[in-house]
């Protein structure tokens, strides 16, 4: 789920083009930076300001051949003009004064170190070299080895950086229209890289125009194709000393013609969102966000102002400090970007709302299960595994083959491990969804066969929608396996309101470990039900429900389980804290109650049973709204106040001896 809103304009530049972004935090004055460099001037924008503090412009027969950087202690800048290293800090007005210095060798990209005031410099033939700031002008003068073979050219760099597993230099490289991904190492201070990991990259298209997110175990490159598609394609730290070719396959069919796709630029904002501009039709002059994992439009905003509504061509895109910069003939917008997880339900839900995402054929979601249970669909994967994973999904589905709950345990652990699944999230959700339909079905008929363990390996992959298999929560709770639920409860996604009704009722129903007066304690300070039901019912209490179709759903419950969790309630509501995430939030458990008394209303008014326990109830409440209200009086005096007070010096502690003089 992301949010885009309309932004600002931070240069009013005719046919500007944004080459590279550098985020500062300032150690002596805490302060955050962004330092953009375009093909003319190298431009300083605080975070908290829309207008640039300092703008530095070259000379008209000059160009910044390599992006600017800034030191984290200091003010001091380092850029190439025209291939020759500049560096200066805010007191130089005009950049044009400073003596540039020649380098041994084309510098293609510097990068700071925010740990021990460094840089990392990027050779256009391959080489990587770590230096201080201080020292970079007497380091630049050394020549570098290359590590590029004969015809490789680098088309982008990235810097993978992890806290265990050390920092890449991430290029992708082009030689005879084949690309591939060079990881580099980088170095300790003062050194050289001296080896790289080339992994090649099984593409469909050309890749064009690409942009690259990581996080600490993962890296993922987004990339458009010459055919118009977007492609995409990730590998993790464990997998890249083994890897040898990663496949990068399509997220979003047909955003451009073949003919313009070079106009299509592309910033990743996550893992599996995107920001992409120059696209035609109806969103022509947007930048729009994508999510790739359900391949759904979620946001985009118009790059034309109310005022002027000439056309607009974007020259480039770039993600950095929460905002996405777009560089036009107009100038450099920023647009705040607000990220949040994605949920299939949202996805489906803006599908369904949405004509406008009509034209662009959803991948992964062309599949069924024909009358066997067969899974049919794309299964984009490596050339060497595709078979090896649809030989053991119809091992699985095969009741001949898996005859034994240890033998389904096995199955599925050789399809989860190494590269057996798809690499497309909705393939992997599909083929997952298969497995736990055939489980149903075969239950049904053997009612000895129960895959516990392998059961909780495929929920806990967190790619299983309950809203999608229904049938399966049902299955689980008629088996009464509380492992099994537990982990649908904690990985599952989008669980239907009337399910979590379900397991509700199974918990106060079914359940045999409870006390001997369980659910007839209207005493605040015990709880009414045994621990174990305890853990239960709050795990189905915090999961996300709508409390309009819930009323609905929690009416069907029997009067005997709602007495017992309205009880419950009423012990929580005694005892719970607001901030203790170990315990059922106080704002939950009031929703709870109110959806209780909605649903049940004339039953519990009448009812003798519950009349002492709605005296109690009306007791706790009217006391909580007191303390509430008392809490409210404190705060308004304590708002008033001019300043924070600060605190009375503590006085020293008394030396281990003194010196006095007496006069006597």
Not at 31 to 42: G, P
Not at 310 to 339: K, L
Not at 394 to 399: A, E, P, R, V, Y
Not at 509 to 528: A, H, I, Q, V, W
Request: aromatic share 6%; net charge negative; glycine share 4%.
């Amino acid at each position: 789920m992301a949010k885009i809103s309309g932004g600002f304009t931070c240069l009013s530049e005719t046919n500007c083009i944004i080459t590279g972004m550098c985020c500062v935090n300032r150690v002596n004055d805490k302060s955050s930076a962004l330092i953009i460099t375009t093909q003319k001037s190298v431009i300083n924008v605080k975070e908290s300001e829309t207008k640039p503090c300092n703008i530095w412009t070259s000379k008209p027969n000059q160009h910044f051949s390599c992006a600017a950087i800034s030191g984290i202690s200091t003010h001091q800048y380092a850029a190439c003009i025209n291939n020759k290293l500049v560096i200066w800090d805010d007191s130089v007005p005009d950049i044009t004064k400073v003596k540039p210095l020649v380098t041994m060798g084309t510098i293609q990209r510097l990068y700071p170190l925010d740990a021990d005031g460094g840089c990392v410099m990027l050779y256009s033939n391959g080489a990587v070299y770590t230096t201080k700031m201080e020292q970079l002008l007497e380091s630049v003068t050394e020549e570098q080895q290359g590590l590029l073979k004969p015809g490789e050219v680098i088309m982008d760099s990235h810097v993978w950086s992890s806290d265990g597993e050390g920092m890449y230099f991430v290029c992708l490289v082009e030689h005879t229209k084949q690309h591939s991904l060079h990881f580099t190492r980088v170095p300790g201070m003062n050194k050289s890289a001296e080896q790289v990991i080339r992994v090649s990259i099984d593409s469909p298209s050309k890749l064009l125009h690409t942009s690259f997110h990581t996080t600490n175990s993962q890296m993922v490159m987004h990339a458009v194709g010459s055919d118009g598609d977007l492609y995409e394609c990730s590998i993790s730290h464990n997998e890249l000393p083994q890897c040898k070719i990663l496949s990068c396959h399509p997220v979003l069919k047909k955003l451009s013609s073949n003919r313009h796709a070079k106009q299509v630029k592309v910033a990743s904002i996550g893992l599996s969102l995107v920001a992409v501009v120059g696209l035609e039709g109806d969103y022509t002059d947007h930048v729009c966000v994508w999510d790739t994992k359900y391949n759904i439009l979620l946001a985009k905003q118009s790059l034309q102002s109310s005022t002027d509504r000439t056309r607009i061509t974007v020259s480039n895109i770039i993600y950095a400090s929460n905002h996405v910069w777009v560089s036009t003939n107009h100038g450099i917008h920023a647009f705040n970007v607000e990220r949040a997880p994605s949920t299939l339900s949202v996805a489906l839900g803006r599908q369904a709302a949405s004509e406008e995402t009509s034209r662009f054929p959803v991948i992964g979601q062309q599949w069924r299960f024909d009358e066997q249970g067969e899974f049919e669909g794309d299964m984009e994967t490596d050339d060497g595994n595709q078979a090896g994973d649809h030989g053991i999904l119809q091992d699985i589905l095969n009741k001949e083959k898996i005859k034994s709950a240890k033998q389904f345990k096995s199955a599925v652990y050789k399809l989860l491990s190494s590269k057996q699944l798809p690499v497309n999230h909705v393939d992997q959700a599909t083929m997952l969804h298969s497995i736990l339909k055939h489980v149903c079905d075969r239950c049904a008929e053997d009612k000895k066969f129960w895959p516990k363990e392998g059961l909780v390996d495929i929920v806990k992959t967190g790619l299983i929608a309950a809203s999608s298999c229904t049938d399966f929560v049902s299955c689980v709770i008629e088996r009464g396996d509380i492992d099994v639920l537990i982990s649908c409860l904690q990985h599952m996604q989008d669980i239907p309101d009337s399910t979590l009704a379900s397991v509700i009722d199974f918990i106060l129903r079914d359940l045999s470990s409870d006390t001997d007066d369980s659910g007839k304690s209207d005493t605040p300070k015990r709880c009414p039900i045994a621990e174990d039901k305890a853990e239960l019912i709050d795990l189905t209490l915090k999961c996300p429900m709508n409390d309009i179709f819930m009323l609905e759903c929690i009416a069907k419950v029997k009067f005997q389980q709602v007495m017992v969790l309205l009880r419950y309630l009423y012990y929580r509501l005694n005892t719970t804290i607001a901030d203790d995430e170990q315990t059922l939030p106080a704002n939950v458990v009031i929703d709870w109650i109110m959806l209780i008394l909605d649903a049940h209303y004339s039953q519990l008014v009448l009812s003798p049973e519950a009349r002492v326990l709605l005296v109690n109830l009306n007791q706790i409440v009217e006391t909580l709204s007191h303390y509430h209200d008392e809490v409210d009086a404190v705060h308004e005096m304590l708002s008033n106040l001019p300043s924070p007070i600060t605190e009375t010096p503590k006085a020293k502690p008394d030396a281990i001896y003194s010196i006095e003089v007496l006069k006597l």
